[in-house]
């Protein structure tokens, strides 16, 4: 992936993701096969990747959709449960990201307030 570029105090980016959840993890993954000269960054308000299935930790949580077909189309889902609980969404997630490098261009804390 290449590098960002600094101009003055500020880091520009081809492209912003926001977001760490299942979505910007496989937008991040697109993008970087895709398009592998564009720099890019996700920003992520909390600590950790993960979105939906890191945040919602109640008794039971667990998907509605097959994960099969929501899952990654470059990561098939491999576990025989296809109405997967949120631990095992989430560790999917994370090892997607940590896999292909994702992992590291995560920013987190940083909570997008407005763009134009």
Known sequence: MPADVTEG??????????GAGVSGIGAAWYLAAMCPSMSF??????DAIGG???LFRYP?????S?????GYEFKP????ESIASASAILAYVRSTAAENGIDKKVLFGHKVVAAS
Do not use: K, N, Q
């Open 9 to 18: 105090d500020v880091t520009v980016f081809d492209v912003v993701i926001v």
């Open 41 to 46: 960054t996700i920003l992520e308000a909390r």
């Open 77 to 80: 889902w491999r576990d025989e």
């Open 52 to 54: 939906t299935w890191d």
């Open 66 to 70: 097959d994960l099969h077909t929501f």
């Open 60 to 64: 039971g949580v667990r998907s509605d």
